[in-house]
């Protein structure tokens, strides 16, 4: 059985678990999202004929929710935030540096599949403003010129 068959095989584990709770659209968006990575729009069309629901029901539930991505993210998420604190004392500096390091645009992974450039809202670190998260690692005070040290702690 090829990976992406198996993928689609424990992804209807899931959907048959779930399928007769009400509300299981979100365990099984979260199923898929651990399954593949992201919710992409075949897995999206697949739930949603499995679910017996819409396209559109899907497609808005994983689009509102942040905890669903509809492309694969990078080994490392770089989240700056750009909450008030954090914009006023800097943040755009600091994500445009990171755009510049890593060669792409927030909201995109980086070609070599390492990367994902994200801004966030309010990270609950106001007092560290600007801050920037990558995994789970919070980085505060930051200024651009940190940037490039920081980044190569993680780059192959």
Same mark, same amino acid.
């Given at each position: 059985?090829?990976?992406?068959?198996?993928?689609?095989?424990?992804?209807?584990?899931?959907?048959?678990?779930?399928?007769?709770?009400?509300?299981?659209?979100?365990?099984?968006?979260?199923?898929?999202?651990?399954?593949?990575?992201? &919710?992409?729009?075949? &897995?999206?069309? @697949?739930?949603?004929?499995?679910?017996?629901?819409?396209?559109?029901?899907?497609?808005? &539930?994983?689009?509102? @929710?942040?905890?669903?991505?509809?492309?694969?993210?990078?080994?490392?998420?770089?989240?700056?935030?750009?909450?008030?604190?954090? @914009? &006023?004392?800097?943040?755009?500096?600091?994500?445009?540096?990171?755009?510049?390091?890593?060669?792409?645009?927030?909201?995109?992974?980086?070609?070599?599949?390492?990367?994902?450039?994200?801004?966030?809202?309010?990270?609950?670190?106001?007092?560290?403003?600007?801050?920037?998260?990558?995994?789970?690692?919070?980085?505060?005070?930051?200024?651009?010129?940190?940037?490039?040290?920081?980044?190569?702690? @993680?780059?192959?």
């Amino acid at each position: 059985m090829s990976e992406q068959k198996a993928k689609f095989a424990e992804l209807q584990t899931a959907i048959d678990k779930h399928k007769e709770e009400k509300g299981a659209l979100m365990p099984v968006l979260q199923a898929a999202q651990g399954i593949f990575g992201c &919710v992409p729009m075949d &897995v999206q069309e @697949y739930i949603a004929e499995a679910l017996d629901t819409t396209l559109s029901e899907v497609y808005g &539930v994983a689009t509102f @929710y942040s905890q669903f991505s509809l492309q694969p993210k990078g080994k490392y998420v770089i989240g700056v935030c750009m909450g008030t604190a954090c @914009y &006023v004392r800097g943040a755009q500096k600091v994500l445009d540096r990171v755009e510049k390091e890593l060669n792409a645009e927030t909201g995109a992974t980086t070609k070599d599949g390492q990367f994902t450039i994200q801004s966030t809202r309010c990270l609950g670190a106001c007092g560290l403003a600007p801050v920037m998260m990558i995994n789970d690692e919070v980085f505060g005070r930051l200024t651009e010129d940190e940037i490039p040290g920081i980044l190569d702690k @993680y780059k192959i």
